[in-house]
């Protein structure tokens, strides 16, 4: 991939992480057990799963990806939006490095044997950040920012993703949810990769066991 292609991944990848960033500024500590459409997850234990993919994300691109402790699982930070968009700030910086078009990304949530060159791995934080903004957004009743060229790119990479790639533990995908072809393109996004676009937060508080990550 040309270093002009290269820029324009990195580009969709930084509008994507900066919208899902601008929605994360606007959590207040009471939303913090609010639900998510992740799963059991509430928006903290989101903002915290966000922040372990950013840094996974960013030691990837400083070739240290393959280390599996960086991906882990871990307690929930005690302010959630702070660590987030600290997160945020590491793998945007990481992902802006002259040197990162050379670094083979080792990325062992999706395959512990392949390297992925870097435009690709950005490929695939950006679809998750597009769909994450949304899922953080739909929690505390608001919309991300995305502008059309972020989401027209998203609507092609999500159409890539494979149906092996769905519903299985781990994956943030489910299997595409029928929408109208007439909804709007991030609606379809996220029912293409198995959220429901009718989705709406509960007032009631989750568990305290399903806040982390």
Avoid: K
């Avoid at 002259?98 to 679809?127: C, K």
């Avoid at 929690?139 to 092996?164: F, K, N």
Wanted: glycine content about 6%.
């Amino acid at each position: 991939m040309s270093a002009e292609q290269l820029n324009r991944v990195r580009d969709l990848d930084r509008a994507a992480v900066l919208a899902t960033a601008e929605v994360g500024c606007r959590v207040r500590p009471a939303d913090l057990i609010r639900a998510t459409p992740c799963g059991d997850w509430t928006v903290a234990g989101l903002l915290n799963h966000l922040s372990i993919q950013h840094r996974g994300f960013a030691a990837a691109a400083r070739g240290e990806g393959g280390d599996l402790a960086i991906w882990a699982s871990r307690p929930l930070a005690a302010d959630p939006v702070a660590d987030f968009l600290a997160a945020t700030a590491e793998v945007l910086t990481a992902f802006a490095a002259d040197e990162v078009e050379t670094v083979p990304f080792r990325l062992p949530e999706i395959s512990t044997a392949l390297e992925f060159p870097a435009a690709q791995a950005m490929s695939f934080h950006f679809i998750d950040y597009v769909v994450h903004s949304w899922d953080l957004a739909r929690s505390i009743g608001t919309r991300p920012e995305l502008d059309q060229p972020a989401l027209e790119a998203a609507h092609l990479v999500a159409q890539q993703v494979p149906d092996e790639a769905r519903g299985r533990p781990g994956s943030p995908f489910g299997p595409e949810i029928p929408v109208s072809a007439d909804a709007p393109l991030l609606d379809r996004i996220v029912a293409h990769l198995g959220r429901s676009p009718n989705w709406s937060p509960t007032a009631e508080p989750v568990p305290a066991a399903a806040s982390g990550s």
